[in-house]
């Protein structure tokens, strides 16, 4: 720090966590070295690569390829949301990429998804930082209240719901293995219990790269960003399942943060602690 | 709070779900209980129990979103 020309978080809350806490007597000392670089993704490979023909729809509407090289352009396309032909192939793209991720699950794993069905998906390094146990716990809850509704009522009550899980634990995590372990237990019992169908299905998905990643995230519906506010510096998978028109569910933290403001929180289910409350609550939790 | 019941933080939906783990509907009982253990037993460094209660309420929106 003290060689350094300049220090930078990598979005806006890490900046500001970098000042208040991790970094607190640097930033006394050098206040103005601090700055903010929130990370980023490239459109080529997130939607222009991976989506080519959601680009050519935006392109047609925009009735311009310049959005490419000037990504805010895009918010243009807001005059159309309300549009039925848009919506309509809009839709058809999406399916179209739920279908090839269906048939690469299903050349995977063996398990069929049905393509109606809401595509849920949380793909990214295994920890517990980023609380993928919270998501397995709550497939659990769901898979509890499934079986405690009477049969005839399940089919109004639950929206089908397939949810995808991908990632990788360093070799060494033992509680980051056991909760890929968890995963694959719950799959197995939910998947194989008839009395759930297609009301839910769980899929652990094998090896996940950047080359599955542009599968798997061009179909994805709602995708999952729960980290304990403060955890995760920025997070880039969001921008990117956001790019290829994918809702978000997640906690304040990260880049959520500014995609929230970017793209309106009512667009975003944001849940959770925020940052400034975590000290108290930990607090209370462990004295609790 | 001080020595108040973990339950009380714990709430009672989670505690069905660690139910469900403890009794071993999804097998492999020991090492899914070491795994829970490190949220349920005043140690739950990521607020993973805290935070649930809200999570199962915005899920709740989504599905309303959807259906």
Known sequence: ?288 | MRNSEPKDYIGESLLKVFHAITEGTFGFKDEFIALIDTVRNRNDLYLLCHDFYSYVAAQEKVIKLVS
């Open chain 1, 1 to 288: 720090m003290v060689g350094s020309h300049a220090v930078n978080g990598v979005a806006a809350i890490h900046s500001q966590i970098l000042k208040d806490d991790l970094f607190r007597d640097f930033y006394e000392m050098f206040p103005k070295k601090f700055q903010n670089k929130t990370n980023g993704v490239t459109p080529r490979r997130w939607l222009m690569g991976c989506n080519k023909e959601l680009a050519k729809l935006y392109t047609e509407y925009l009735q311009t390829n310049e959005w490419e090289a000037n990504l805010e352009m895009i918010s243009k396309l807001k005059e159309f949301a309300t549009d039925s032909t848009f919506q309509k192939r809009w839709y058809e793209i999406k399916l179209a990429n739920k279908r090839k991720l269906a048939n690469w699950v299903f050349k995977e794993t063996k398990i069929q998804l049905n393509e109606n069905s809401l595509f849920d998906v949380m793909v990214k390094r295994i920890h517990e930082y980023k609380r993928q146990l919270m998501n397995a716990l709550y497939i659990i809850h769901r898979y509890l209240s499934i079986k405690q509704t009477a049969p005839e009522k399940r089919k109004e009550k639950f929206v089908p719901r397939s949810v995808l899980f991908g990632g990788k634990a360093a070799p060494g995590y033992i509680n980051a293995k056991r909760i890929i372990k968890l995963i694959g237990a719950i799959s197995k019992v939910i998947n194989n219990d008839p009395d759930v169908g297609d009301l839910l299905k769980v899929v652990f998905m094998p090896n996940y790269n950047v080359s599955n990643a542009e599968t798997i995230i061009p179909a994805s519906e709602l995708s999952q960003h729960i980290s304990t506010a403060g955890t995760e510096a920025s997070g880039t998978s969001n921008m990117k399942f956001c790019l290829n028109g994918c809702l978000i569910i997640g906690t304040m933290d990260g880049a959520n943060v500014e995609i929230a403001q970017e793209a309106g929180e009512e667009n975003m289910f944001i849940f959770g602690a925020r940052v400034d409350e975590i000290g108290k609550l930990k607090e209370k939790v462990f004295h609790y």
